[in-house]
């Protein structure tokens, strides 16, 4: 197992990364103080593969209370189901000390995430993540959501949780679209701040794919770390954790304009692809990194490039994003593998030539 501290002023926290370690979170909540009841907040798919493991290591650590759980999908990411837990946690008599834990996928961490944060002002919250993309990525940072009609992720709130438990050997059951969807978010790290990571996913990509434990828990930990560096440094993203935005400034827009057909993995690295050549074509990233980046998502099962889409709707979306500040699209581009700044100096033609596959 390895241990990764998330080291914030008022609100620091461990990540647990290991494998078969998900019976042992009953006697780590104890050992953090807590008692008597604790709540688990799943989907149905993950309740019925994990939920019993966890829950019985709960009560052998002498906690009772219930499993809350509702339908998979981002559909279901909403306020309505938020105001639905609600009730149910105020049936369950869940006061100010009763834990929250989100066990599952991304989807059940940020909506467990957002009820934690706001029943009762904010109840304790332990992350249980389950799928890569939640073990690498939406667990650790303290962000939390639901989505609002057309407002995806746009109602939330930093709140970080109190522990965060990865175990690995949940990824044994992941269907593998979803493997590849949270490898793009380990490509993006490896890509923008650890070229010695990137490489070790070059040597170890057939491992990850045939989901090895140890190597998955290696992968796991060094990415933790590099989120966890980054919220550290920027808890309310404020600065440097732009750059956790490579490949999502056209990811996003390919992810809008495919009416979210695309899965968010497969976007971020069509966008990755995009954005590392635009990298190129300003004189930052040489031939070969661009083709390694390409080599690698595609080995990771992920699309590099998008044939069908409205180039035109992609350049407009992106001028829509949540991020664009005074006017300003923002992009993270590459100087090297592992090397990344951020620059809103990108001119619309360039998008529109590299995803045209033209100049
Ligand atoms: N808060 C953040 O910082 C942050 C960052 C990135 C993404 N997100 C959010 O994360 C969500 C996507 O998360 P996701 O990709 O994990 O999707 P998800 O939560 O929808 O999970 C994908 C599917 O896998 C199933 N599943 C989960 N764990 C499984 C397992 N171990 N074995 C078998 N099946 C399993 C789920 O039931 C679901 O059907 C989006 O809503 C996105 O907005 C949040
Ligand atoms: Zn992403």
Do not use: C
Not at 49 to 63: E, H, I, K, M, T
Not at 135 to 150: F, I, N, P, R
Not at 294 to 318: C, F, R, T
């Amino acid at each position: 197992m390895q241990t990764i501290k998330v080291e914030l002023e008022r609100n620091s926290y461990e990540v647990r990364v290991g494998a078969g370690i998900l019976p042992r979170a009953g006697a780590w909540l104890r050992d953090l103080g807590y008692s008597g009841k604790a709540v688990i907040i799943t989907d149905t798919t993950v309740k019925g593969l994990y939920a019993d493991v966890l829950s019985g290591g709960l009560a052998r650590a002498g906690f009772s209370g219930g499993i809350l759980e509702i339908p998979p999908g981002e559909g279901l990411k909403t306020l309505e189901i938020a105001g639905g837990l609600y009730e149910r946690l105020t049936d369950a008599y869940v006061e100010r000390t009763t834990p929250v834990i989100a066990l599952g996928g991304g989807v059940i961490g940020d909506i467990a995430g957002f009820v934690a944060a706001t029943y009762l002002r904010g109840v304790p919250l332990v992350q249980v993540p389950t799928t890569l993309l939640a073990q690498v990525d939406s667990s650790v940072g303290g962000k939390t959501a639901v989505d609002h009609g057309l407002l995806k992720n746009m109602i939330g709130a930093f709140y970080q949780p109190r522990l965060v438990i990865a175990d690995v050997d949940t990824l044994k059951t992941l269907p593998a679209d979803e493997l590849s969807n949270g490898m793009a978010e380990v490509v993006k790290h490896a890509a923008i701040l650890d070229a010695g990571l990137f490489h070790y996913l070059e040597k170890n990509i057939a491992e990850i794919m045939a989901r090895d434990a140890g190597v998955l828990e290696e992968i796991v930990a060094r990415n933790v770390r590099i989120k966890a560096g980054v919220v550290a440094q920027d808890e309310r993203e404020t600065g440097l954790r732009a750059v956790l935005n490579f490949g999502h400034t056209v990811g996003h827009a390919v992810e809008a304009v495919s009416g979210f057909t695309l899965k968010h993995g497969q976007a971020v690295a069509i966008g990755m692809a995009a954005e590392a050549e635009i990298s190129r074509r300003v004189g930052k990233l040489n031939d070969d990194a661009v083709s390694r980046l390409k080599n690698l998502l595609v080995e990771a099962g992920l699309p590099v490039s998008v044939l069908d889409i409205d180039i035109e709707a992609v350049v407009s979306a992106m001028r829509h994003d949540k991020k664009v500040t005074a006017g300003h699209v923002r992009f993270v581009l590459l100087d090297a593998i592992g090397e990344a700044y951020v620059t809103d100096a990108v001119s619309p033609s360039l998008v529109r030539e590299v995803l045209s596959g033209h100049g």
